[in-house]
């Protein structure tokens, strides 16, 4: 079976930090990518990151470059997520999502083209 664990979430006060993990099995991790979104209450759901596995492009939302780095680890077949600075509108449920890559390097996260999807953690940034 397909599985997405997201972890990592909490509670952090403003100017924290925070590091997600997203564990995959159930796939070949290596013909994916992994994303990021969010969903703060009351907004729809954005994309924030994501990673192509094969070749560990990145991709940002402008919002976020320079406060959150994402990373694998393919020998865990896990994506982390760092998050710094953090703002009480970063407060969200956080997910992470696999989609499948076909000859591009260059992910996006999407989320209507994202293959399987995760449960999602909560983080909640403080004033």
């Known amino acids: 079976d397909v599985q997405l664990q997201a972890s990592g979430g909490g509670l952090v006060q403003a100017g924290g930090s925070l590091r997600l993990s997203c564990a995959a099995s159930g796939f070949t991790f290596d013909d994916y990518a992994i994303s990021w979104f969010r969903q703060a209450p009351g907004k729809e759901r954005e994309g924030v990151s994501c990673?192509?596995?094969?070749?560990?492009?990145?991709y940002y939302k402008d919002s976020m470059k320079g406060r959150f780095t994402i990373s694998s680890d393919n020998a865990k077949n896990t994506v982390y997520l760092q998050m710094y600075s953090l703002k009480p509108e970063d407060t969200a449920v956080y997910y992470c999502?696999?989609?499948?890559?076909?000859?591009?390097?260059?992910?996006?996260?999407?989320?209507?083209?994202?293959?399987?999807w995760g449960k999602g953690t909560l983080v909640t940034v403080s004033s």
């Open positions: 990673i192509t596995i094969s070749d560990s492009t990145t």
């Open positions: 999502a696999a989609d499948k890559m076909y000859g591009s390097s260059q992910c996006r996260p999407i989320d209507y083209i994202m293959d399987y």
